[in-house]
């Protein structure tokens, strides 16, 4: 159940990255406020998941699920740089958090 908790809170923050992007530099109130609201409903749901997982493995699940979550919906959403050496490093990413994952027993 905490790995289902935490990429609750990878998806939320994948959305928190999304909304920032949208704010425009805190010039627009809409997504800035869901920026906010969605970082903080992101970190709750991490702290829940860290009841039952290594800090360690939880914090870098997460931060590594959104990373590469945001970095992919940049390069469909935002035209951001496609090249098979980012989408290398993004699979090395995926394989280490798939690495905690099953080292986490």
Same mark, same amino acid.
């Given at each position: 159940m905490a790995w289902m908790v935490l990429l609750a809170a990878s998806a939320?923050?994948?959305a928190m990255?999304?909304?920032?992007?949208y704010a425009d530099g805190w010039t627009r109130?809409?997504?800035s /406020?869901?920026?906010?609201?969605? /970082?903080?409903g992101?970190?709750?749901?991490?702290t829940i998941a860290m009841r039952d997982l290594p800090a360690g493995t939880?914090? /870098?699940a997460w931060t590594g699920i959104?990373?590469?979550g945001i970095t992919v919906l940049g390069m469909i959403l935002f035209g951001d740089p496609v090249s098979w050496l980012r989408l290398a490093c993004i699979a090395m990413i995926i394989i280490a958090?798939?690495?905690l994952r099953y080292l986490e027993a």
């Amino acid at each position: 159940m905490a790995w289902m908790v935490l990429l609750a809170a990878s998806a939320v923050e994948i959305a928190m990255g999304l909304a920032l992007k949208y704010a425009d530099g805190w010039t627009r109130p809409i997504p800035s /406020a869901l920026g906010v609201a969605a /970082a903080l409903g992101s970190v709750y749901l991490l702290t829940i998941a860290m009841r039952d997982l290594p800090a360690g493995t939880a914090y /870098a699940a997460w931060t590594g699920i959104g990373a590469v979550g945001i970095t992919v919906l940049g390069m469909i959403l935002f035209g951001d740089p496609v090249s098979w050496l980012r989408l290398a490093c993004i699979a090395m990413i995926i394989i280490a958090v798939a690495g905690l994952r099953y080292l986490e027993a």
